[in-house]
């Protein structure tokens, strides 16, 4: 059974830092681009960052790029999102999602598995 789980969330002030975790279980995670996304209430899905298999290509959103920066460590079957510098509009539930693609993408439905989501709040 394969699971996704995130951690990390939580309360920040504008600014601030926070890192988001993804523990994979169920699968080899070098098989897997990796993804993260992020959602409010009421609005789409967004896409923030994508990862290939080894590591060595990511993209990010242009709302994110700078500030943002996703890695993984394939030994530990794990995805991180560092975030640097939040802001207010950085408010979301963030999911990590892994893709059997053999290229970065940014289209929610070419992921196969998702995580439950971590909430961050980013007070001004």
């Known amino acids: 059974q394969v699971q996704l789980v995130e951690s990390g969330g939580g309360l920040v002030q504008a600014g601030g830092f926070l890192r988001l975790s993804c523990s994979a279980s169920?699968?080899?995670?070098?098989?897997?681009?990796a993804g993260w996304f992020r959602q409010v209430p009421g609005k789409a899905r967004e896409f923030v960052a994508s990862?290939?298999?080894?590591?060595?290509?990511?993209y990010y959103a242009d709302s994110v790029k700078g500030r943002l920066t996703i890695s993984r460590d394939n030994a530990k079957n794990t995805v991180y999102l560092q975030m640097n510098s939040l802001k207010p509009e950085d408010t979301a539930v963030y999911s990590c999602?892994?893709?059997?693609?053999?290229?970065?993408?940014?289209?929610?439905?070419?992921?196969?598995?998702w995580g439950q989501g971590a909430q961050v709040t980013v007070s001004s």
């Open positions: 999602a892994v893709s059997r693609r053999s290229t970065v993408v940014t289209a929610y439905f070419n992921y196969n598995y």
């Open positions: 169920g699968l080899t995670l070098i098989n897997y681009v």
């Open positions: 990862i290939s298999a080894n590591g060595g290509s990511t």
